[in-house]
């Protein structure tokens, strides 16, 4: 399944080693605090279950939104940014 994975961190380390294990487990960063890829549902799990240790949950949060193939098609961006165009061409649509 095609998620968004967004995040609200306070602590600057924590927010950086999030975003870094993100980048490793395969994720597209789309801005500062969000990314974008596909991740099966045990690898969904496995992602919530060790970005934990980032977070404090008292006061941070890590969101995930599943999007199937006909939301992705509908996918629209406004703007610039250099890491969408590895995203299939065909998928998205630039304005």
Not at 23 to 52: A, D, R, Y
Not at 56 to 61: A, F, G, T, V
Not at 76 to 93: A, S, Y
Request: glycine share 6%; with cysteine.
């Amino acid at each position: 399944m095609i998620y968004v994975v967004s995040y609200d961190i306070s602590n600057s380390n924590n927010r950086t080693g999030l975003n870094k294990f993100l980048k490793e487990c395969g994720l597209l960063p789309i801005q500062k605090s969000v990314f974008f890829g596909e991740l099966s549902p045990k690898g969904k799990e496995s992602l919530i279950k060790e970005s934990k240790k980032f977070f404090n949950n008292r006061k941070d949060s890590l969101l995930f939104i599943s999007l199937c193939s006909h939301d992705f098609s509908n996918f629209k961006r406004v703007g610039v940014n250099k890491d969408l165009n590895r995203l299939k061409k065909e998928e998205v649509e630039f304005l």
